[in-house]
């Protein structure tokens, strides 16, 4: 539309450049009303990117945790389960023995966890 109305080429009036030269500026001022709201949108889309980020952080630490605190009794019971002579396998409470083990050291650990949650937060 510039080239169009510097040449003259169409042979247009006096009217018909005033119309050529105010669409060549709202079309420059709508090409720049675009660029502005496509910068905002982009920023719009990094900081909800950022807290989706945090928010997936936050729930892999709580599955990271809880991962830790039930391979406690998996280590203990797959020791247990060994076919090699262990503490307690004669005993009437061999099964009970364990996971009673078990269940207090991931008690301490799950409490040991949440003291220092408590103390750092």
Known sequence: MMKMARTDFLGLTEDEKDFL????IETSQALET?????????????????IISNNQNLVLKRLSTLTIF???PV???????????????????AFWIPS???????????????????RSG
């Open 21 to 24: 030269d105010d669409l060549i």
């Open 100 to 118: 009673l083990i078990s269940v207090v050291i991931l008690c301490f650990a799950i409490f040991n966890y949440f003291s220092n949650i408590k």
């Open 70 to 72: 039930l391979s406690i």
């Open 34 to 50: 675009a660029q502005t709201y496509t910068n905002i949108l982009v920023s719009t889309m990094d900081a909800y990117a950022s």
């Open 75 to 93: 280590l203990i019971a797959s020791i247990y389960g060994m076919n090699v002579p262990l503490p307690f396998q004669t005993s009437t409470h």
